[in-house]
């Protein structure tokens, strides 16, 4: 099950790409509502464990380091995670390196769903909520680009979008070798990395500093979605 909602919510995301992207508002709009969804799943589910953990007083850095490891990734990336390859120009990012980022991104968030005790547990969950903005976007660059054929692009394309889909399905499988008391620095990590992409989706400024209802409504709307399953989740 966890397997098969991984890589759905990777393909889902790209075909809505792939005939939709022209629709930059509602990338958007997907984006700033997975952000709220990830950040309350990281304050309220993944933090907690991390803390209550035996070694949680000494996880902090790692949280650290995966801010930092985001930050590095989006050097390869562009910051696809956020949305921003409108910004950068579509053909400064190196297909190689998007593929890159985006795989070991997706694979170390992969890692700790082998220690995971419930199918549906909100950390999976919010995976597959993040998976489906940034699909939608890679769909929408990879089978929209200006001045390549269909033809063209067509086996690369398919190649990352592949890669992507089982990445933390691969990171899941890696994740069964690990020692389980090492799920915390691996949660630890993961949630430095949610925390980054949520933020800076979420406070990012907004044009004129005019205040963005619909944004607003967005966060609110996600945070409370993640609320809901967070109130019903039994631990």
């Known amino acids: ?63 650290i380091a995966g801010v930092l490891l985001q930050m590095i990734l989006e050097a390869l990336t562009k910051g696809f995670e956020h949305g921003h390859f409108h910004h950068h120009g579509e053909h400064n990012i190196l297909p190689v390196a998007l593929m890159v980022g985006l795989f070991i991104h997706a694979f170390i968030e992969g890692i700790p769903l082998a220690n995971e005790e419930h199918e549906l547990s909100p950390y999976l969950l919010g995976i597959v909520f993040h998976n489906l903005p940034i699909s939608f976007i890679l769909g929408a660059f990879l ?28 990171g899941m499988l890696l994740g069964n070798y690990f020692n389980p008391n090492l799920q915390p620095y691996f949660l630890a990590i993961v949630g430095g990395i949610f925390l980054h992409i949520s933020s800076v989706i979420i406070f990012e400024s907004n044009k004129n500093h005019n205040i963005d209802w619909v944004k607003i409504g967005l966060v609110v709307l996600g945070v409370s979605l993640a609320l809901f399953m967070h109130l019903f989740h039994h631990h």
């Open 1 to 63: 099950m966890t397997f098969i909602l991984l890589i759905l919510s990777v393909i889902t995301g790209v075909l809505l790409g792939k005939y939709f992207g022209k629709k930059e508002k509602l990338a958007k709009n997907l984006l700033v509502l997975s952000a709220g969804f990830l950040i309350t799943i990281c304050l309220n589910e993944v933090f907690p464990q991390v803390y209550t953990s035996s070694e949680g007083s000494n996880l902090g850095i790692f949280v």
């Open 143 to 170: 089978f929209n680009r200006k001045g390549e054929s269909k033809s063209s692009s067509s086996y690369p394309s398919l190649l990352i979008v592949a890669l992507f889909a089982l990445a933390s399905p691969m």
